[in-house]
C-alpha cells in the first residue's frame, strides 16, 4: 500500500487560516469515511486531532476541522497559534491495512 | 485519564527478536484494540498492524507478515508486539495505539513510544 501524498511543507502568520491536503486513491481516501489526522511535536508522541473525516474528539480545540472530497481528505486549522507549530500526519483505513501520509510540517511564521 | 504506558528502550543484534510491552489503565481494555506504528529516525509514521482485545483478531503489515506477532494479557490489560528477524531498518520508536475493536481506523491516545535499535 502506498503511503498517502501530503505536501511537505505549509506556513502561516499568527491568526491566519491554513490547509493541508492527503491525496489518495479509491482503495482508501474516497473508499471510505474512515479518515484521520495526527499531531506530532518533536520528541513526542502523536496526538489524534480529527477522526472519521471531521469529527473531533473531546479536548480538541474548534480551530481544527477535517473534510473529504474523493479522494483527497483536507485539514484546516483556523487562527493559526505558535503551538500549532508540528508535523501533522493523516491516515486512512483500508480493509486490508492503515495507510499514513509521508507528514507535513507546519510552521507558524 | 486513559494512558498507554510502554516498557524502556532496547539495543538488539541483527538476527535478534524484540518485545514491547503496552500496559493500559483507565478504560475497559477489553471494548477496543490496540495498533502498533513504528517511525524511523526523521522518517513519517509506519503502521504495523493491530489486535483486537476484545476478540483476540489480529491483521498485521503485509511487509512484517512472518516476522510480527501482537498479543494481548486480558488479565493484566497489556498488549505486547514481538518482532523478529531483526535488521538495521527495523531501528525505529515504536508507538501502541488504542484503537477501534473492530478495524483500526483511528489511533487514541499513544503511548510515550519504545526507541528499539538494531546494531551489531
Known amino acids: 500500500q502506498s503511503a498517502l501524498t501530503q505536501p511537505a511543507s505549509v506556513s502561516g502568520s499568527p491568526g491566519q487560516s491554513i490547509t493541508i491536503s492527503c491525496t489518495g486513491t479509491s482503495s482508501d481516501v474516497g473508499g471510505n469515511n474512515y479518515v484521520s489526522w495526527y499531531q506530532q511535536h518533536p520528541g513526542k508522541a502523536p496526538k489524534l486531532m480529527i477522526y472519521?473525516?471531521?469529527n473531533r474528539p473531546s479536548g480538541v480545540s474548534t480551530r481544527f476541522s477535517g473534510s473529504k472530497s474523493g479522494n483527497t481528505a483536507s485539514l484546516t486549522i483556523s487562527g493559526l497559534q505558535a503551538e500549532d507549530e508540528a508535523n501533522y500526519y493523516c491516515s486512512s483505513y483500508t480493509t486490508s491495512s492503515s495507510v499514513f501520509g509521508g507528514g507535513t510540517k507546519l510552521t507558524v511564521l | 485519564q486513559v494512558q498507554l504506558v510502554q516498557s524502556g528502550a532496547e539495543v538488539k543484534k541483527p538476527g535478534a527478536s524484540v518485545k514491547v510491552s503496552c500496559k493500559a489503565s483507565?478504560?475497559?481494555?477489553?471494548?477496543?484494540?490496540i495498533s502498533w506504528v513504528r517511525q524511523a529516525p526523521g522518517q513519517g509514521l509506519e503502521w504495523m498492524g493491530w489486535i483486537s482485545a476484545y476478540n483476540g483478531n489480529t491483521n498485521y503489515a503485509q511487509k512484517l507478515q512472518g516476522r510480527v506477532t501482537m498479543t494481548t494479557d486480558t488479565s493484566t490489560s497489556t498488549a505486547y508486539m514481538e518482532l523478529r528477524s531483526l535488521s538495521s531498518d527495523d531501528t525505529a520508536v515504536y508507538y501502541c495505539a488504542r484503537t477501534n475493536r473492530l478495524r483500526w481506523n483511528w489511533f487514541d491516545p499513544w503511548g510515550q513510544g519504545t526507541l528499539v535499535t538494531v546494531s551489531s
Open positions: 472519521d473525516v471531521s
Open positions: 483507565s478504560y475497559t481494555f477489553t471494548s477496543y484494540g
